[in-house]
Structure formats: C-alpha cells, structure tokens
C-alpha cells in the first residue's frame, strides 16, 4: 500500500534560518511526488511535481529534491510569509492520479 | 494552471439535509477528483469523478451517501447526503493536467449542526 510519511509534524523557525522538512514514501513504483502549500482555510497551492530519483526543483526560497526513498523540501532564508502547511503527496501507483498525502508539516517562521 | 472554482466556499447545514457542492474549471479537464479534509488532518481520496459514467468511490465512501455528477470535461458536483455532524469538513475538488500537476479549488467548508 503507498504511503506518505511527512515529518516533523510541526517546525518553528527563527526568519533566515533555513532548514528542512522530509517526505518518507513507500509506493511500488513512483510515478510523481507531489509539494503543496496550504494557508488556513484555503485549497493546496500546487508547488512542484518530481518524477524521478536525482531529479530538483526551485521556486523563490524552495527548493524539492528526491531520492528513491525520500523527498526533501530545502527553505533557504525563510520569511514570515513562508509560514503555512507544506503537504507531499504522490501520485498512486495502482492507478490513474489520484494522490496519497501525508499529513504535512506545520511551518512557523518568526521574525 | 488550470483555475477551478467551487461554490459554496462554506455553508453551515442541518443534519439529516444535504449540500451540493460545484466545481467549474476554465478549462477541459480529463481527470477530476473529489477530496475530503477533515479538521487537523490531511487528505483523503473520496472519489475519481469520470465524465459520462459513474464516479469510482474509494473504500469507505459511497455513492448514495456522496453521489456525483461530471456531465462534461469542465463541471462536477459532489453531494453530501444524509449530513451528521461527522461531516464537518473541508470538501476539495481536484484536476490534472498531465505534465504539469494536479490543481486543487479553494475548497468548501462545512459545517453540520
């Protein structure tokens, strides 16, 4: 059965100090690693799609890359305005699009 | 991306009544999806909604209590039948554009008293 293991639960960071947040996954064969970000009371804001091992996407201060067994989301410098719900989800692989999430880090960057 | 609205945004309803919730893309879309996102958790897969047939449910959701209806390739409805206040969620719909992602609406928020 795929799963996504998202960790920590929740993360507080000082502005400016980077650091990251991990995806475990277990799927028998990844078609696609999903990041989102999520504001309170609103949908996921789509932020990077990873297809392959090896493989590293950057927008502003995020950057996701993924290993065959992980997915790591990189913020470099984070701004107060970074703090939200960050969720990874993959593509299933039985299948179709449809996605399994994990339950997502809560992100806290104070000035 | 693909823009997807969804109306009601949120709604407060007596139990034993239903919601119908919209979801309207700006575009053609093959794959759409229906999410449920219950309080302080993630999201769960309720169904795959499929254009001129009927939706495929995942385990644990049912037609009667969840019916959907994708009469074309840029509208969907998902209703919430029966309502306990165990429905008390957020309710998202989803579209994939292949090679690009899969997009989510604004969601709605319900709320069963």
């Known amino acids: 059965e795929d799963q996504v293991t998202q960790s920590p639960e929740a993360l507080r960071l000082q502005e400016g100090e980077s650091s990251s947040l991990n995806c475990s996954y277990t799927?028998?064969?990844?078609?696609?690693l999903f990041w989102y970000r999520q504001d309170p009371g609103k949908g996921p804001e789509f932020l990077f799609t990873?297809?392959?091992a090896g493989e590293e996407k950057e927008k502003e201060r995020l950057k996701a890359t993924l290993t065959k067994k992980e997915s790591f989301l990189h913020i470099t410098a984070p701004k107060p305005e970074d703090s939200a719900t960050y969720l990874c989800?993959?593509?299933?692989?039985?299948?179709?699009?449809?996605?399994?999430f994990g339950k997502g880090t809560s992100l806290l960057v104070t000035p | 991306s693909a823009v997807i609205s969804q109306k009601p945004s949120r709604d407060i309803c007596q139990r034993g009544t239903s919601l119908t919730i919209q979801c309207q893309v700006d575009?053609?879309?093959?794959?759409m999806f229906w999410y449920r996102q219950q309080p302080g958790q993630s999201l769960t897969l309720i169904a795959t909604?499929?254009?001129?047939?009927?939706?495929?449910?995942e385990s644990g959701f049912v037609i009667d209590k969840f019916p959907i209806s994708r009469p074309n390739l840029t509208f969907s409805t998902l209703t919430v039948s029966n309502l306990s206040p165990e429905d008390s969620s957020i309710y998202l719909c989803?579209?994939?554009?292949?090679?690009?992602?899969?997009?989510f609406g604004q969601g709605t928020r319900l709320t069963v008293v």
């Open positions: 799927v028998s064969g990844l078609r696609g």
């Open positions: 990873l297809y392959s």
């Open positions: 989803s579209v994939v554009n292949v090679g690009q992602g899969a997009f």
């Open positions: 989800a993959v593509q299933r692989s039985n299948s179709g699009y449809a996605l399994n």
């Open positions: 575009s053609q879309v093959t794959m």
């Open positions: 909604a499929n254009q001129g047939s009927e939706a495929t449910y």
